[in-house]
């Protein structure tokens, strides 16, 4: 392939996506190691093995490369069966979540009902007045819809029960329709994922340290979030450093874990195509809006990297409809179901999730990547510029020193 037709297709699609092969056959997994084999029988029986579930790309003697397994004719068969096998067990798995996550909600409904149904009569209209059976239920059916702990259990169903258990229902369905002809149309989309996972993302990496930093932090005796959060009356108040530490705290570790997954796919994301300068640049920059609109619309205290994380979301979204042609159609509908997500949450967790926050950070992140980025017709990846290292940079060093603040608050140096 030439030159020129190398760079009419984004970098994920070249021919020369992945690593040249070795001789003969094998498979390489998840960690890149490799696992040689002596012919393509042998290759589709080890797809098969149901330890070898982490196959990321293969080899053949024909190809001069490494690619998909889908992109092996003679592997189809195989696939097939592989593929039957992954998507049963998704969705038994699924099911047993479910099932648990709806036992842990139920539980917690009941003890909600229960707790009100025995509360009510102390807060008759009357000292000794007897409420009767329908205002009891009243005043339980208000102690439900009211729990804090009944929403984190509602939440907790949602993120780990339902959505896993739909998404693993819906992939069973589609084997139904599988076929080579519709493994073809996947290719691109596969292709990008599986070059996406295989990119480093070393500012994200920082970023990601940075986080865990603080959160140790957090570990340490005391109250950490009424000490670097943000505060709302503190930071209207003169303390406006609050607005860039509390980012990097967080309110439990279902929290922390959450928000650390999506930093690590988002970060790695916009670090690869938008180039790392836009990393710091964007986190810092929807956080501080998200937390400045939080502080104007929420009164309870806020922490996390929501805003931010909105913020880089926002960002893609915006950066790569512009850039069309940088990432396949399916991609970017991934991220367009990340906002509904984070949409349904907000709704069901609206008591204790910083509605504020997210949406501030959001648009944000689409704001400046509608000022930064023109549209473009063109495959390859934009550069980045002197000017946009030194700014990255400067960012970089203030969200490095705002953790530093954050754990110097926390540790009461």
Known sequence: MTDAHLEAAPVWARADTFAPAPAGWGWMDMKQR???????????????????????????????????????AGLSAAMAMARERWTRE????????????????????????????????????????????????AFASKALLG??????????????????????????????????EAASIRIPALRFETWLELQRAPVALVLLGLMC????????????????????????????????????????????????????????????????????????????????????????TSVGASGGLMGWLGFLIVFETLHSKLVPRTARRRLMAGVLFTAIIGVLGYRFIDNAAHLGGLLAGMTYAAIVFPKSASPKRPASTLTDRLAGAGALGVLGVAAGLAVWRIAGV
């Open 34 to 72: 490799a696992h040689p084999c002596d012919s393509l029988e042998a290759l589709a029986t080890a797809m098969l093995d149901e330890r070898n579930r982490a196959i990321l790309l293969v080899w053949t003697p024909d190809a001069p490369r490494l690619c998909l397994p889908e992109e092996i």
């Open 90 to 137: 998704d969705l038994d798995t699924a099911v047993y979540r479910l099932r648990w996550f709806g036992l842990l909600l139920a539980s917690f409904a009941a003890i909600a009902f229960y707790n009100g149904m025995h509360a009510s009569p102390q807060f008759a209209a009357r000292p000794g007045q007897l409420l009767d059976f329908l205002a009891r239920l």
């Open 147 to 180: 729990s804090t702990a009944l929403g984190l259990a509602l939440l907790m169903f949602v993120v780990f029960g339902f959505i896993p258990w739909y998404q693993a229902r819906k992939r069973r369905a589609e084997l139904a329709t599988w076929s080579a």
């Open 213 to 300: 930093l603080v959160g140790l932090a957090q570990l340490l005796p005391g109250d950490s979030i009424a000490t670097a959060g943000l505060v709302k009356k503190a930071y209207l108040h003169g303390e406006g450093w609050r607005l860039f530490t509390a980012p990097f705290l967080h309110g439990n570790l279902v929290h922390f874990l959450m928000n650390m997954a999506a930093l690590t796919y988002l970060g790695k994301r916009l670090e690869v195509f938008a180039r790392w300068p836009h990393l710091p640049m964007v986190f810092l920059f929807a956080a501080v809006v998200g937390g400045a609109a939080s502080a104007r619309l929420v009164s309870a």
